[in-house]
């Protein structure tokens, strides 16, 4: 006990040594003597101080004034900032002191910690009850009647001078009451959005101390379940920040509030806060906290520091952090880069950064909760997306980095001069993954996101694209089972590679020519159409079967077996060994058990083409059947390179069942499919592919590529309530329903 008064004592020495507070650089002393002294740190101190140092900062407009909001574009280098004004009053060591006595014997004499102290050590055990018992010391310290959602109310000095505190607040205060009880077990759990407290070995339970939102149910004393944080952003799916004490410092610093008013921040709060956290970032203390780096961010972005990383690194590493930490499960990472590529008119980095912000939440369900989310993805929805679009239309034909035209940095470090934005079908493909996300995150929730401003505002927005811009992507059916597929599929690779070279050689080809003799007129290397279209739609299935369809898909597969067959036969060596043996592989999967004889005009027309030229124009509903004789060299020039590509698409469909793309990217691109045609003179595009996760989306696929949008369809598939979950508040009870569910018809009174 002695040794521990004396450290007590030194402590408070090197505590007022940094006293009176006079300025900035005074408070930055102080906490680093806290940080760095080798002992744990002061909750109920460092957040005093922060408080009284907040407070005098920003009531009455005292302190130097900056613009709260980073410009729009930085053209100049900044101007170097003035220096920072001394505080107007020294805040002296008394006045700490007398409010940390008052705090801790507030807390001290309200709770009874005699059934939670170890007898034999004379220290109190964290539990249940005696945490409920500190927070309900500090719900009852707090006034009645005030507005729960201002600013400067979430220190422990605005508890003890004004009994107030925000949700932030109350957690903040009941952890640092609980250490000045003992209690180091004790500590802050932080999503997005919500605070509580976790305590005993390894933060194995939980307790509820605060509220959230604008109401303020009592949760207090309840535990946080899996059962409570599944699925529920508020939560973060159980993905939160487990604080230690610096971490929790660092929360602290986080939280202060520069506003003096609307549009004006004081500057010293925004450098002492700049500093606090540069601090502990250098300390490592930061690393698994990615909301306190996108604070760091925002800071530098309105006052760069020399030598310190720029605002867009610093939002890509809390991504990392959110990845490495959270399984990903963080949304505002995404926000906060997107917002900054906004800012500066990146307009199609922030179209990225948004999707896959959406492709975060969509991993949640909503609910009433949720309501800060809810805003912040409708603001970007309805207002800041829309006025990308509309700047990116009007600045189209300009040139320059920070234009939507403008060129973006390759890895190489050369510059890549883009197409607009409304002709990239990239960016397309992006605005549709943003509300594939959105979508699926009202799947399964129990109230509807998407209303009729979220339809009108998306419909606006995608007729802004070029027509052909929108049919250039390609939107396909994410499967789930992909990735196991791929699995299977290399297992299957390793294992035939491992087989004797004389048994791969033994390729059977009578069973080939057994199953090309079903067809006689269908001629190798000379797919249908139907094939091409096959390598990208998925075949559908509605539990109906009938002759037509089993004809065309023996049709199909017949197709298949021909062209590998015709490919195996020209390998040579190794190679073609194990190309043998894949082939060989993929046509046992095919089932031409349910083949029948195709329609006579199909074989007569199949055995005219081998003799004439069939006319593309009949292909497309006009003309005669077969090209006049002074016409063919034409038709042969214009469908030879049409062949060729459908003969490279032959093999892509054959194996499509076995490339497999990374489950992961939900976004690649089709490279080197020519869409304009051979020959015209004109660059080949890359097609982006879309995989939608959202039924609603899946549904619209042929609405939102077709040339001419129909807005009244996209708009119903948009605000349809079908895939919301509907709790009944009053089921029917068993007097309203017979047996066999159809309700009983009431008399009238």
Same mark, same amino acid.
């Given at each position: ?53 907040? =407070? ?86 707090? /006034? ?18 004004? =009994? ?18 003992? !209690?180091?077990? +004790? ?46 952003? !508020? ?63 925002? !800071? ?27 399984? =990903?499960?963080? +949304? ?25 912000? /959406? ?31 509309? /700047? /990116? ?5 300009? *040139? ?121 007129? *269908? *001629? ?25 369809? %089993? ?27 194990? =190309? ?9 999967? +095919? ?11 199909? +074989? ?46 032959? !093999? ?42 959202? %039924? ?54």
């Amino acid at each position: 006990m002695a040794a521990k008064r004396e450290t007590l004592r030194r402590r408070s020495i090197g505590r007022s040594a940094c006293f009176p507070l006079v300025s900035v650089d005074s408070v930055v002393d102080l906490f680093r003597t806290q940080l760095t002294d080798g002992a744990v740190p002061d909750l109920a101190l460092l957040s005093i101080v922060l408080g009284a140092v907040e =407070n005098q900062l920003t009531a009455g407009g005292g302190g130097g004034e900056a613009p709260s909001e980073a410009p729009a574009a930085a053209v100049d280098p900044p101007p170097p900032p003035p220096e920072l004004s001394p505080f107007r009053r020294p805040i002296a060591f008394g006045e700490i002191e007398a409010l940390y006595g008052q705090f801790a014997g507030l807390v001290r004499a309200s709770v009874d910690a005699g059934p939670s102290r170890v007898a034999s050590a004379k220290k109190l055990r964290s539990s249940t009850e005696l945490i409920k018992t500190v927070s309900n010391t500090i719900w009852a310290g707090l /006034s009645t009647s005030y507005y729960k959602d201002r600013a400067h109310m979430q220190s422990i000095y605005s508890f003890l001078t004004g =009994n107030r505190l925000d949700s932030f607040g109350v957690a903040l205060a009941a952890v640092a009451g609980c250490q000045l009880l003992g !209690l180091d077990d +004790v500590h802050l759990a932080l999503t997005e959005e919500h605070a509580w407290i976790v305590f005993g070995e390894n933060g194995s339970q939980s307790i509820e101390v605060t509220w959230h939102g604008k109401g303020v149910e009592d949760k207090r004393g309840q535990p946080v379940t899996p059962a409570v944080s599944d699925k529920s952003w !508020l939560y973060l799916g159980g993905h939160c920040v487990i604080c230690e004490r610096y971490m929790e410092v660092a929360a602290m610093v986080a939280s202060i509030n520069p506003s003096i008013a609307a549009s004006v921040d004081s500057r010293e709060l925004n450098a002492l806060q700049q500093q606090l956290l540069w601090m502990l970032y250098d300390t490592g203390r930061l690393k698994k906290y990615p909301m306190a780096i996108t604070n760091i961010g925002d !800071l530098e972005e309105v006052n760069p520091t020399p030598g310190r990383p720029s605002p867009e690194l610093l939002f890509k590493e809390a991504i990392e952090s959110a990845k490495k930490y959270y399984e =990903n499960m963080h +949304v505002y990472p995404y926000t906060y880069l997107a917002g900054y590529y906004y800012r500066i008119r990146h307009y199609r980095e922030a179209l990225r950064a948004w999707a896959e912000a /959406s492709q975060v939440i969509c991993k949640y369900n909503y609910h009433r909760d949720d309501e800060e989310v809810y805003k912040e993805f409708l603001e970007i929805a309805n207002e800041i997306i829309p006025n990308a679009i509309r /700047s /990116s239309a009007e600045f189209s034909s300009h *040139r320059g980095g920070l234009l939507p035209k403008g060129r973006t940095m390759s890895e190489t470090g050369d510059f890549l001069q883009l197409p607009p934005m409304l002709q990239d079908p990239e960016c397309c493909a992006l605005f549709l993954k943003f509300y594939d996300g959105i979508c699926e995150w009202e799947e399964g929730s129990s109230t509807p996101v998407l209303h009729i401003t979220w339809a009108t505002h998306m419909l606006n927005s995608l007729s802004k694209f070029d027509p052909d811009t929108r049919a250039t992507v390609l939107l396909l059916d994410f499967v789930d089972k992909m990735a196991s597929a791929k699995e299977t599929f290399e297992a299957e690779s390793s294992m035939r590679n491992a087989k004797e070279s004389d048994k791969c050689r033994s390729f059977n080809d009578t069973n080939l020519d057994t199953l090309s003799e079903r067809h006689p007129q *269908r *001629r190798p290397g000379r797919p249908s159409r139907r094939i091409s279209q096959n390598m990208y739609d998925e075949p559908r299935s509605n539990g109906k079967s009938n002759a037509k369809g %089993t004809a065309d898909t023996s049709e199909v597969n017949s197709c298949k077996l021909h062209h590998l067959k015709n490919v195996g036969d020209k390998e040579d060596g190794d190679d073609g060994c194990l =190309n043998s043996a894949a082939f060989k592989e993929l046509i046992s999967r +095919v089932d031409s058990s349910h083949s029948v004889e195709p329609d006579p005009t199909i +074989v007569a027309l199949g055995h005219a083409c081998g003799e004439s030229i069939l006319n593309p124009a009949y292909l497309l509903g006009r003309g005669e059947p077969f090209a006049l004789k002074g016409e063919a060299g034409e038709c042969v020039e214009s469908v030879g390179p049409t062949y060729a590509n459908l003969n490279e698409g032959m !093999l892509v469909a054959a194996t499509a069942d076995f490339k497999v793309e990374n489950r992961g990217s939900c976004l690649a691109a089709a490279g080197g499919q020519d869409l304009t045609g051979a020959g015209n003179g004109i660059d080949k595009v890359q097609r982006p592919v879309l995989y939608l996760r959202s %039924t609603k989306m899946k549904e619209m696929k042929e609405l939102l590529t077709a040339k001419k949008l129909n807005g009244n369809a996209i708009k119903l598939h948009l605000t349809a309530q079908s895939q919301v979950f509907v709790k009944h508040s009053r089921p029917g009870s068993e007097l309203d329903y017979k047996s066999g569910g159809k309700p009983i018809k009431r008399l009238r009174r």
